[in-house]
T-cell receptor, first 115, second 112 residues
Framework: DSGVTQTPKHLITATGQRVTLRCSPR?????VYWYQQSLDQGLQFLIH???????AKGNILERFSAQQFPDLHSELNLSSLELGDSALYFC??????????????FGPGTRLTVT | GQNIDQPTEMTATEGAIVQINCTYQ??????LFWYQQHAGEAPTFLSY????GLEEKGRFSSFLSRSKGYSYLLLKELQMKDSASYLC?????????????FGRGTSLIVHP
């Protein structure tokens, strides 16, 4: 158990819908990262938050947004869902946001299926 | 950006040794990570290299050559439970971002 929690574990929804994925980092970790993993793309970085502020953006679509709240939990909002958004969405946390060994601890993921 | 290359799949026998290679191209190298990921589960941290040389941790070792843009993960005394995907991730400090970029992973199949 990494100490990172994600809910829900599974989500099935229809095209065009909007969903919210939730992540709670390990106690003491200020950084939260969101990743998308699909079979043909590997682990793709979406966005990074550090202590409530957005720090970096990766290949995140405009239909997707995220935020980190004062209690450090984070939510990833996916809207106007398309079939291609079906994937595993991982949240990871780490102690620091920049250099140093500070490895990432991954949550169990949310499996999103868009039908 | 970064280019990270790993073999797609490898097979090995229980009890044997296997070496998984990773090559990368980056302008501001700031560390290389190896993660293990079992199917449908979260990646878990295995090792970190930022200086050239070998880091040993039990049955797993990781090697880095920064001048060659090359790393390998060495798994000894293979067990069936080592069947998993092994992800190489490179952190780059260029552009002010320190986010690791992941390779597509090497699927290791260990057979009896």
């Amino acid at each position: 158990d990494s100490g990172v929690t994600q809910t829900p574990k599974h989500l099935i929804t229809a095209t065009g819908q909007r969903v919210t994925l939730r992540c709670s980092p390990r106690s003491g970790d200020l950084s939260v990262y969101w990743y998308q993993q699909s079979l043909d793309q590997g682990l793709q970085f979406l966005i990074h938050y550090y202590n409530g502020e957005e720090r970096a953006k990766g290949n995140i679509l405009e239909r997707f947004s995220a935020q980190q709240f004062p209690d450090l939990h984070s939510e990833l909002n996916l809207s106007s869902l398309e079939l291609g958004d079906s994937a595993l969405y991982f949240c990871a946390s780490s102690v620091e946001g920049t250099s140093g060994i500070y490895e990432q601890y991954f949550g169990p993921g949310t499996r999103l299926t868009v039908t | 950006g970064q280019n990270i290359d790993q073999p797609t799949e490898m097979t090995a026998t229980e009890g044997a040794i296997v070496q998984i290679n990773c090559t990368y191209q980056t302008s501001g190298f700031n560390g290389l990570f190896w993660y293990q990921q079992h199917a449908g589960e979260a990646p878990t941290f295995l090792s970190y290299n930022v200086l050239d040389g070998l880091e040993e941790k039990g049955r797993f070792s990781s090697f880095l050559s920064r001048s060659k843009g090359y790393s390998y993960l060495l798994l000894k005394e293979l067990q069936m439970k080592d069947s998993a995907s092994y992800l190489c991730a490179v952190r780059d400090r260029s552009g002010g971002s320190y986010i690791p970029t992941f390779g597509r992973g090497t699927s290791l199949i260990v057979h009896p």
